[in-house]
């Protein structure tokens, strides 16, 4: 059964930076695409970014763009986020997610429903 486990997350100032990774277990990390999904207190679990197995198509939700940059390094097993400008409302607990598609062509990855396997979560807060 893959394994997935975040790191990195933190406090960080408004304006700050933070990368958070993502290390996944077994040997057909290459053959998934993966996202990265985030939930703030009394809120749902929402879509930040994903990324084709590859690594050479990338989608983001609107509240990132511009600001996030979601990365992977197949040969490491590790997918990354990494998050400038940050804003308060970006605290949230961060997971990353592998897709349920085995080497299925890319396609937008928005939806919780696309992904089957999850991490546990790292925390990111970010001060004012």
């Known amino acids: 059964q893959v394994q997935l486990v975040e790191s990195g997350g933190g406090l960080v100032q408004a304006g700050g930076s933070l990368r958070v990774s993502c290390a996944v277990s077994?040997?057909?990390?290459?053959?998934?695409?993966m996202g990265w999904f985030r939930q703030a207190p009394g809120k749902e679990r929402e879509f930040v970014a994903a990324?084709?197995?590859?690594?050479?198509?990338?989608d983001y939700a609107d509240s990132v763009k511009g600001r996030f940059t979601i990365s992977r390094d197949n040969d490491k097993n590790a997918v990354y986020v990494r998050m400038n400008s940050l804003k308060p409302e970006d605290t949230a607990v961060y997971y990353c997610?592998?897709?349920?598609?085995?080497?299925?062509?890319?396609?937008?990855?928005?939806?919780?429903?696309?992904?089957?396997?999850w991490g546990q979560g790292t925390q990111v807060t970010v001060s004012s």
């Open positions: 990324i084709s197995r590859s690594g050479d198509t990338t």
């Open positions: 997610a592998r897709s349920k598609g085995y080497r299925s062509p890319w396609r937008p990855l928005r939806n919780i429903n696309d992904y089957d396997s």
């Open positions: 077994g040997r057909t990390f290459s053959s998934y695409a």
